[in-house]
């Protein structure tokens, strides 16, 4: 059977299910993340745009550089993730809206040379 993800944002007013595992998860340590959610580093999950099933209602969008959108809640402002041109087929969302976000095991690190001196690497 399919494993099923559930995740939505902090008020509920965005939800979506991601269906079975997701393409890689890693944590970003550069500013742009930094500064898009006020946490010291993220953790993101890759899943395709056909494993996903959203609720009632979509989260908003701006382009925060050249090609790219990050996603969040129009009512709460939790972001939601993150999309590029790069990567046309997917979607990358944030570890934390999932409901288990343990099920999720960093596996790199993206733009270490930007990691905040006290943040340990989870895959050095
Ligand atoms: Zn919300
Ligand atoms: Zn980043």
């Known amino acids: ?5 559930k995740g939505s944002c902090n008020c509920g ?4 299910k991601v269906e079975g595992d ?9 500013a ?7 946490a010291p580093y993220s953790t ?3 899943v395709l745009k056909s494993q996903i099933k959203w609720g009632t209602a979509k989260p908003t969008s701006y382009a925060s550089s050249e090609g790219v959108r990050r996603t969040f809640c129009d009512r709460c402002g939790t972001p939601i993730a993150y999309e590029g041109i790069r990567w046309p087929d997917e979607v ?5 809206l999932f409901e288990r976000p343990e099920d999720f095991v960093p596996t790199s690190e993206v733009h270490a040379g930007e990691k905040l001196a006290w943040v340990p690497l ?3």
């Open 32 to 38: 742009d993340c930094r500064r898009a959610t006020g």
């Open 22 to 30: 997701p393409k890689w998860v890693a944590n970003c340590h550069c």
């Open 92 to 96: 990358h969302f944030f570890v934390g």
């Open 1 to 5: 059977m399919t494993k099923i993800h």
């Open 122 to 124: 989870a895959n050095p």
């Open 13 to 16: 007013k965005i939800t979506f």
């Open 44 to 46: 993101y999950i890759g």
